[in-house]
């Protein structure tokens, strides 16, 4: 049996690292993207058992990907990390469809918790 | 001199209405005198004389100069008209006399100096000197009828005589009346300028927004203008109101004096500053009617100056006052503004870095065993949760721009965050006491009111002793109007010194804070119409003052 894949998309390059350090440390495997459109391409051609997005990416925003996501018959659960801590951006992912959110900083036991809680 | 092609001023032409009454009243006692004269003098020439007049004549001239009089009185126009219609009664009636009487050797000559002094004063001196030649002439004529008559044991002398002192008199009284008429008219022209000056003075002064105050040595108000009372607090200035008699004016009458205290050795006598001046809390009833009433705090620009009265005792004091309130809220509104957009980019661009240290720190953490890099990591970690909750509170000053105000019961409000607050510090609910406030209202946004609350008792938690009811949270309504919740802990006083720092952004004691939990928790009130200070203030039943934090509603 496979281990859950998940797909982490931030344009930060360090913190990218650092959540995949994290998710390959809980056993999983993980795929990365920088961009929505990266994000897209790897959401095409693998099946994913949790997106973790940024709200914020160079070509759009992780609302947007939560929205199209939800529009598709099967798709993974995302969740949002949102660099403003506001409730509004978290409501507003919700709204849209989103897993759950976590606010940076990130805190090692709340990121595990929620992916522990997304996986089947 | 009185020249009728130019309309003289108002106050000249009363002067010559005055002048030609006096004239008047002066003829009707001469008038009178003489009728006296010529029934009552025994001798025998006065009595030929009054029958050769005839007593109707007298009377006739008696009733004219009545006439003259009360037409002088009562109907001011044709002033010319008038004056030459008496002198033209009184020559008549003098040269009869004087015909009557027997000519220049009668002395009645003299009589003609009364009309002719009149006339120098009233008329222009063509007028007047006019007037003496026809007397003059008339005396002449008399004189040389006379010499006809008595084939030279007359003479024209004493006439010629008379008519030069006429017309030297004539021409000095004239000469002195146009001096004093051109005196009187400049002392009237600079009247009605100064009258002018001080109207648009006090209309300026009345109707500038500029507080302007004159005050004695004892800080008495002498003199203010409206903007002033409304400065002060004040529905009018009334004499005797002393500004060192009103604790809320105390900021002003300390900054005269520190401004007195430094003029007479530097030699400066003006200055400036700013002071916050607040509505005195209730210490009894009757004071409240004349203390500073404002719906919270004015925040004055003050600038004084010294009036040289050169009199020690006489000292006066002149303040400008500028309210910088109003000019503080659109700074206010424009910093917030700015603040908002730079706040929103420093969150994202600040945040990331901030949660890659703390999250690389974790994971270090898991798989670190030696103690001392194990405490190092707590250290990376600790510090970047502290920059974290920095940026969270100027995220707060970005958000407050938005108000969401509604009216709250400040019973259940409290009450709830008091609650909550206690449930997350894992704090013994008996250590904060909380007044009952059911009943209270105020109009403010709950999320903010939450924020400043929470605020406050984490504060108070740092430095009070953690006993029951070490920390109190308290109603107070100092008059109608006004409603205040007081913060206070058991714990050291703030002193003075740290208080005037208390609120600026950035300032702290605790190594712990993040300085700008105050400085946001009085934003927050601002933007509410509420005021946020630390103040010492007698509890009842307790003479010493103590510090609390004082959040004022103005609702």
Same mark, same amino acid.
């Given at each position: 049996m496979t281990s859950p894949r998940i797909l982490v998309i931030d344009d930060e390059a360090d913190l990218r690292e650092l959540l995949e350090l994290t998710l390959l440390k809980m056993g999983l495997e993980v795929s990365c993207a920088a961009t929505l459109a990266e994000a897209y391409a790897a959401l095409d051609h693998e099946e994913f058992s949790l997106v973790l997005t940024d709200m914020r990416l160079p070509d759009g925003l992780g609302i947007d990907l939560v929205r199209e996501l939800s529009s598709r018959p099967r798709h993974p659960p995302v969740a949002v990390i949102t660099a403003y801590g506001s409730a509004d951006n978290a409501v507003a992912a919700l709204k849209a469809g989103a897993f759950d959110y976590l606010s940076k900083p990130l805190r090692l036991e709340e990121l595990r918790l929620m992916v522990q809680s997304a996986l089947p | 001199m009185l020249n009728a092609a130019v309309p003289l001023p108002r106050g000249t032409r009363d002067t010559f209405w005055r002048s030609l009454q006096t004239f008047g009243i002066t003829r009707i006692v001469i008038t009178v005198l003489l009728l006296?004269?010529?029934?009552?003098? &025994?001798?025998?020439?006065a009595r030929t004389l009054a029958v050769a007049l005839g007593w109707e004549l007298g009377a006739i001239y008696l009733a004219a100069a009545l006439g003259f009089a009360l037409v002088s009185l009562y109907v001011r126009q044709h002033f010319m008209a008038q004056l030459l219609a008496q002198l033209t009664v009184d020559i008549a009636m003098i040269t009869k006399l004087y015909v009557t009487a027997g000519g220049a050797s009668s002395g009645m000559a003299i009589l003609y100096l009364f009309p002719l002094a009149g006339c120098a004063i009233l008329a222009p001196l063509v007028l007047a000197l006019f007037t003496v030649s026809v007397v003059t002439?008339?005396?002449?004529?008399?004189?040389?009828?006379?010499?006809?008559?008595?084939?030279?044991?007359? /003479?024209?002398?004493?006439?010629?005589?008379?008519?030069?002192?006429?017309?030297a008199a004539a021409y000095m009284v004239n000469r002195l009346a146009a001096h004093l008429i051109r005196q009187e008219d400049l002392a009237a022209k600079r009247g009605?300028?100064?009258?002018?000056?001080?109207?648009?003075?006090?209309?300026?002064?009345? %109707?500038m927004n500029e507080g302007v105050l004159v005050v004695g040595?004892?800080?008495?108000?002498?003199?203010?203008? &409206?903007?002033?009372?409304?400065?002060?607090?004040?529905?009018?200035?009334?004499?005797?109101?002393?500004?060192?008699?009103?604790?809320?004016?105390? &900021?002003i009458v300390q900054a005269l004096k520190s401004w007195k205290s430094g003029f007479p050795d530097s030699g400066q006598v003006d200055g400036s500053c700013f002071v916050m001046v607040k509505s005195e809390p209730a210490s009894g009833s009757s004071d409240e009617a004349h203390g500073p009433q404002y719906p919270l705090a004015a925040h004055l620009k003050l600038r004084f100056m010294k009036v040289e009265t050169g009199e020690p005792n006489e000292e006066r004091s002149v303040i400008f006052m500028r309210d910088v309130s109003e000019i503080e809220n659109q700074a206010q509104q424009l910093k917030l503004a700015s603040m908002g957009r730079l706040t929103a980019s420093i969150a994202h661009e600040v945040r990331n870095p901030l949660s890659a240290i703390s999250h690389a720190a974790s994971l270090l953490r898991e798989d670190v065993v030696d103690p001392t890099h194990a405490r190092l990591l707590a250290i990376v970690t600790e510090n970047a949760l502290r920059l974290d909750r920095m940026i969270e509170d100027?995220?707060?000053l970005s958000r407050k721009a938005q108000v969401h105000d509604k009216p709250l019961q400040? =019973? %259940?409000?409290?009450?709830?965050?008091? /609650?909550?607050?206690?449930?997350?510090?894992?704090?013994?609910?008996?250590?904060?006491?909380?007044?009952?406030?059911r009943g209270y209202r105020v109009h403010f946004d709950p999320l903010h009111l939450r924020e400043i609350v929470v605020n406050l008792l984490s504060n108070a938690m740092r430095y009070a002793s953690g006993g029951p009811g070490s920390i109190r949270v308290r109603a107070r309504r100092p008059r109608k109007g006004r409603f205040?919740?007081?913060?206070? %802990?058991? =714990?050291?006083?703030?002193? &003075?010194?740290?208080r005037a720092h208390l609120f600026e952004p950035f300032y702290t004691t605790s190594s712990k804070g993040t300085g700008l939990g105050l400085y946001v928790a009085r934003e927050l009130c601002l933007n509410n119409g509420a005021m946020l200070d630390y103040e010492y203030r007698s509890d009842p039943g307790s003479a010493e003052p103590t510090g609390r934090f004082v959040i004022t509603f103005a609702n």
């Amino acid at each position: 049996m496979t281990s859950p894949r998940i797909l982490v998309i931030d344009d930060e390059a360090d913190l990218r690292e650092l959540l995949e350090l994290t998710l390959l440390k809980m056993g999983l495997e993980v795929s990365c993207a920088a961009t929505l459109a990266e994000a897209y391409a790897a959401l095409d051609h693998e099946e994913f058992s949790l997106v973790l997005t940024d709200m914020r990416l160079p070509d759009g925003l992780g609302i947007d990907l939560v929205r199209e996501l939800s529009s598709r018959p099967r798709h993974p659960p995302v969740a949002v990390i949102t660099a403003y801590g506001s409730a509004d951006n978290a409501v507003a992912a919700l709204k849209a469809g989103a897993f759950d959110y976590l606010s940076k900083p990130l805190r090692l036991e709340e990121l595990r918790l929620m992916v522990q809680s997304a996986l089947p | 001199m009185l020249n009728a092609a130019v309309p003289l001023p108002r106050g000249t032409r009363d002067t010559f209405w005055r002048s030609l009454q006096t004239f008047g009243i002066t003829r009707i006692v001469i008038t009178v005198l003489l009728l006296l004269y010529l029934t009552y003098n &025994p001798g025998k020439e006065a009595r030929t004389l009054a029958v050769a007049l005839g007593w109707e004549l007298g009377a006739i001239y008696l009733a004219a100069a009545l006439g003259f009089a009360l037409v002088s009185l009562y109907v001011r126009q044709h002033f010319m008209a008038q004056l030459l219609a008496q002198l033209t009664v009184d020559i008549a009636m003098i040269t009869k006399l004087y015909v009557t009487a027997g000519g220049a050797s009668s002395g009645m000559a003299i009589l003609y100096l009364f009309p002719l002094a009149g006339c120098a004063i009233l008329a222009p001196l063509v007028l007047a000197l006019f007037t003496v030649s026809v007397v003059t002439l008339i005396l002449l004529g008399e004189s040389g009828y006379q010499m006809l008559r008595s084939a030279g044991a007359a /003479s024209t002398s004493q006439a010629g005589l008379y008519g030069a002192a006429f017309f030297a008199a004539a021409y000095m009284v004239n000469r002195l009346a146009a001096h004093l008429i051109r005196q009187e008219d400049l002392a009237a022209k600079r009247g009605r300028e100064l009258h002018l000056q001080e109207a648009i003075n006090r209309l300026v002064v009345a %109707d500038m927004n500029e507080g302007v105050l004159v005050v004695g040595p004892k800080t008495e108000v002498m003199t203010g203008n &409206p903007a002033a009372a409304r400065m002060l607090g004040q529905p009018t200035l009334h004499t005797g109101f002393r500004l060192r008699e009103h604790a809320g004016l105390a &900021p002003i009458v300390q900054a005269l004096k520190s401004w007195k205290s430094g003029f007479p050795d530097s030699g400066q006598v003006d200055g400036s500053c700013f002071v916050m001046v607040k509505s005195e809390p209730a210490s009894g009833s009757s004071d409240e009617a004349h203390g500073p009433q404002y719906p919270l705090a004015a925040h004055l620009k003050l600038r004084f100056m010294k009036v040289e009265t050169g009199e020690p005792n006489e000292e006066r004091s002149v303040i400008f006052m500028r309210d910088v309130s109003e000019i503080e809220n659109q700074a206010q509104q424009l910093k917030l503004a700015s603040m908002g957009r730079l706040t929103a980019s420093i969150a994202h661009e600040v945040r990331n870095p901030l949660s890659a240290i703390s999250h690389a720190a974790s994971l270090l953490r898991e798989d670190v065993v030696d103690p001392t890099h194990a405490r190092l990591l707590a250290i990376v970690t600790e510090n970047a949760l502290r920059l974290d909750r920095m940026i969270e509170d100027i995220l707060k000053l970005s958000r407050k721009a938005q108000v969401h105000d509604k009216p709250l019961q400040l =019973g %259940d409000v409290l009450d709830g965050i008091v /609650s909550e607050f206690c449930a997350a510090q894992s704090l013994d609910p008996s250590v904060v006491s909380i007044e009952d406030m059911r009943g209270y209202r105020v109009h403010f946004d709950p999320l903010h009111l939450r924020e400043i609350v929470v605020n406050l008792l984490s504060n108070a938690m740092r430095y009070a002793s953690g006993g029951p009811g070490s920390i109190r949270v308290r109603a107070r309504r100092p008059r109608k109007g006004r409603f205040e919740i007081h913060v206070q %802990d058991d =714990g050291t006083p703030i002193t &003075p010194q740290v208080r005037a720092h208390l609120f600026e952004p950035f300032y702290t004691t605790s190594s712990k804070g993040t300085g700008l939990g105050l400085y946001v928790a009085r934003e927050l009130c601002l933007n509410n119409g509420a005021m946020l200070d630390y103040e010492y203030r007698s509890d009842p039943g307790s003479a010493e003052p103590t510090g609390r934090f004082v959040i004022t509603f103005a609702n």
